[in-house]
């Protein structure tokens, strides 16, 4: 894995205006994110809906403009480009859709979809019906689907002519917005399988935002974690899942549904109510809903820490096994 990061995300903001005539203001939907993404590596974006996984994702993509910061893609800086310079970028930049067949035109057959992307970049010399028949074939469907539309397919083979499209230009670099989600469990491990297949044969580089953990443990090198459009705990993806530092991670680990009936499964509750974009909460922003909170935590933003690629924003980063006051009150009695 190469060392020179393919994407590199510096403190993006992301704004959005919110009020009518004579009050104008605005929310941050991104607030001050930062991270990089090496070629060939698979990095992912986690949190509850809401928390800014996608906004960042379509920001990363120029299809959702910033309001401050800095991105690069390939030593080019992208976001100050406009859409028709921005053509060229994503060439080498695809991006799957939350919705796989939502994201697929009705009116279009499946051999249209996936060498639509030859035609919009004026890609000339190339025989289409073999070009879709080869990105067929590499996401494993049947040739024989050229002639389908969207409504002919399941779930799962709208996804995969999803991936086929992503991956016709040859793409250095690929964000996929929830990849696996309507699909049934079988279908999912289906879908992983065949992006990390993808990614060691085409050295491709991924960027995916989901909430569902499994996935993310399944396939991702390293994971961030954003709450309220920022990232509380990002790292190893093994590192993060096996001893996480932020309250937050590790309540969003508890509640990982777990497949062993005999394995004992502390969960970590949390209060429902996630604050308003408009009403930050002072301090650290999840002081409100976390189970350690103390009288620091509501005054003070904490800093970053960073060690040994670790990073957590948290005055007292948790120690491994640690548990809240009242389960380790319940266990002791």
Not at 77 to 90: H, Q, Y
Not at 97 to 120: A, C, K, N, Y
Not at 266 to 279: F, G
Request: with cysteine.
């Amino acid at each position: 894995m190469s060392s020179d990061p393919i994407l590199k995300v510096e403190d993006v903001q992301v704004s959005f205006p919110v009020g009518g005539l004579g009050r104008r203001s605005a929310i941050l939907g991104v607030a001050g994110v930062s991270f990089e993404v090496n070629r060939g590596e698979t990095f992912a974006l986690v949190g509850e809906s809401g928390s800014g996984k996608t906004t960042l994702a379509r920001a990363v993509n120029g299809l959702q403009e910033i309001s401050a910061g800095a991105i690069t893609f390939e030593n080019q800086r992208i976001d100050e480009l406009d859409r028709k310079a921005m053509k060229p970028v994503r060439k080498r930049m695809s991006m799957m859709f939350q919705d796989p067949v939502g994201s697929l035109s009705p009116r279009m057959t499946v051999g249209d979809l996936v060498t639509e992307p030859f035609r919009i970049h004026g890609i000339e010399g190339r025989n289409l019906r073999e070009e879709a028949d080869r990105l067929l074939t590499l996401v494993g469907l049947p040739t024989s689907f050229v002639s389908r539309f969207p409504h002919q397919l399941s779930g799962g083979q709208a996804r995969r002519v999803g991936v086929a499209r992503a991956i016709a230009l040859d793409p250095a670099l690929i964000i996929a917005d929830e990849p696996t989600a309507g699909l049934d469990v079988s279908v999912q491990g289906e879908v992983l399988n065949l992006l990390n297949d993808l990614r060691e044969r085409l050295g491709l580089a991924m960027v995916i935002i989901t909430h569902n953990l499994h996935v993310v443990h399944h396939v991702a090198d390293r994971t961030a974690v954003m709450y309220l459009g920022r990232f509380v705990e990002a790292g190893d993806t093994e590192q993060v899942f096996s001893a996480p530092q932020h309250p937050y991670t590790a309540a969003l680990l508890s509640a990982n549904p777990e497949p062993d009936p005999d394995k004992t499964h502390d969960r970590i509750t949390l209060p429902a109510e996630v604050p308003s974009l408009l009403a930050r909460p002072s301090g650290c922003e999840f002081h409100t809903r976390c189970p350690w909170a103390q009288s620091r935590c509501s005054v003070d933003a904490p800093e970053r820490q960073v060690a040994n690629g670790r990073a957590v924003a948290c005055h007292f980063p948790l120690e491994p096994g640690a548990r809240p006051p009242e389960l380790a009150e319940k266990a002791a009695s």
